[in-house]
């Protein structure tokens, strides 16, 4: 089989992975409150990486006007499934209180309701007994929740072997004094880490904790582009088997696979050979449609092992669609992926063009071409060819163009290497280019947020 077609990550022994519970306080699920869709993102990142966990809101929730829908349901998936959602905290009323505000007079009855429970719901102690880390959201950090830090702390003092991670979704201040309780917002908690959302000012929030910098861990939010376009569950299971979003150039080139040649797939390659010599990670995604004849396969076998004389690797560096579609020929989803080989349809061309950066372009047989038009307006950077006057039309002056025809990819490869080098040069000196590939990489990639900040969190340091 060409790829393989898992549905999500290889996983740990169950036994081994810690059991999570994602505590807030939240009333609701509103999408005007950012923490309550960083939480959510959270639970569908523990979802996907096979962990047991909860999110854990208050009793009285407040479901009306889609907010249990936007908590239950992954856009992406086609057969939504839900996340695990527990609506059982008890519920008391918040104050705000200033640095040298003394307590209000219901404040011990508040903790004592938080941590043991009320009419309105469970108490922290019985509700958090079943997880190994728990994970708050501001509870620890924001002055309308000082009822909630000192349960917390309670909890923490009858769970010392628990691990505590606590969010923090603001800009972190010192006081010079302060007065009890507000003391609770400027003193670290025992055995627990604190969660900071950059680097830069983590030691802000270690000096408003009086704790030292390795008591706070860095963890971005995510903003991850298949989520924040919905893309469909078929375009994130291509991306997820090739590894697209992990590129530092990423092509999609829609083209009809009996064309093959006209359309330019031998210049192509000679580029990203060209970046792969230069180890670049650049992967080109053939969207070949018209794939469904004997003759057909062959023009597939044939693009292969030109690929292979350019230094690329076939399903690796060069991925088609046709091959990942027929990957699914003996799976229960064949039907779905069936006509792929005639036709990958429109939303998936569109969605896989926004998940890439780089669009050369090195065709002759266009009058008005319909994906150039897309990846311009999708402001993807692009090559074109100086030899077809219409890319000088439709592209101006804007965008770079090389001799793609007249300098042929078999008698003089050479040519099409350093149009690799060059084009290479000029992406470094583009801001846009770095920001938005570093950004749809890494910065607030999922994948890499899960790998490098978060989960590494759910471990280091567990008593």
């Given at each position: ?150 349960a917390l702390r309670k909890c923490v003092e009858k769970y010392p072997k628990k691990r505590w ?14 007065a009890y309780p507000s003391t609770l917002r400027y003193q670290g908690c025992p055995n627990s ?138 799976m229960p989803n064949w039907d779905h992926f069936k006509p792929w080989l005639d036709s990958v ?119």
């Amino acid at each position: 089989m060409v790829f393989e077609v898992t549905g999500g990550m290889k996983l740990n022994k169950k036994n081994a992975k810690p059991k999570i519970a994602i505590l807030t306080s939240f009333i609701n699920f509103s999408p005007a409150y950012s923490p309550t869709g960083i939480a959510l993102d959270q639970a569908r990142m523990l979802h996907r990486a096979g962990y047991e966990y909860d999110l854990l809101a208050i009793k009285n929730f407040y479901k009306k006007d889609g907010y249990q829908e936007l908590a239950v349901l992954n856009p992406a998936w086609k057969d939504p499934e839900p996340l695990n959602v527990k609506y059982s905290l008890a519920q008391v009323e918040l104050h705000d209180y200033q640095p040298m505000d003394p307590p209000k007079p219901d404040f011990e009855k508040q903790v004592e309701e938080l941590y043991s429970g009320n009419a309105t719901g469970m108490g922290y102690a019985e509700a958090l007994e079943p997880y190994d880390v728990i994970i708050t959201h501001d509870l620890m950090f924001l002055s309308w929740h000082l009822s909630n830090n000192k349960a917390l702390r309670k909890c923490v003092e009858k769970y010392p072997k628990k691990r505590w991670l606590h969010w923090c979704h603001s800009g972190a201040g010192c006081v010079t004094s302060s007065a009890y309780p507000s003391t609770l917002r400027y003193q670290g908690c025992p055995n627990s880490q604190y969660v900071f959302l950059n680097m830069r000012q983590r030691q802000d929030l270690a000096n408003m904790m009086k704790i030292t910098p390795h008591d706070v861990s860095v963890c971005y939010n995510t903003k991850d582009i298949r989520d924040l376009f919905e893309f469909s569950e078929d375009t994130c299971s291509l991306i997820d088997a090739g590894g697209l979003l992990e590129h530092e150039i990423l092509q999609v080139y829609p083209f009809s696979t009996p064309r093959w040649e006209a359309k330019g797939i031998k210049q192509l390659m000679r580029i990203f050979g060209g970046w792969r010599k230069m180890n670049v990670n650049a992967k080109l995604v053939l969207i070949n449609a018209h794939c469904t004849q004997e003759v057909d396969e062959q023009n597939v076998k044939k693009m292969m092992e030109y690929a292979r004389t350019c230094g690329l690797t076939p399903d690796r560096d060069v991925i088609w669609t046709s091959r990942f579609a027929k990957a699914h020929e003996k799976m229960p989803n064949w039907d779905h992926f069936k006509p792929w080989l005639d036709s990958v349809p429109a939303k998936i061309v569109r969605e896989l063009t926004l998940a890439a950066n780089m669009f050369v372009f090195p065709s002759i047989s266009e009058c008005c071409s319909l994906i150039q038009a897309e990846a311009e307006v999708m402001g993807k950077f692009c090559v074109l060819n100086r030899d077809f006057p219409p890319m000088l039309e439709f592209g101006g002056d804007a965008v770079l163009h090389y001799e793609l025809t007249r300098n042929d990819p078999d008698t003089n490869p050479t040519y099409f290497e350093c149009v690799a080098r060059e084009v290479w040069a000029h992406l470094q000196r583009d801001p846009i280019f770095v920001t938005t590939t570093m950004a749809r990489t890494q910065t607030y990639n999922r994948d890499w947020i899960f790998m490098n900040q978060f989960e590494p969190m759910l471990y280091f340091g567990r008593l």
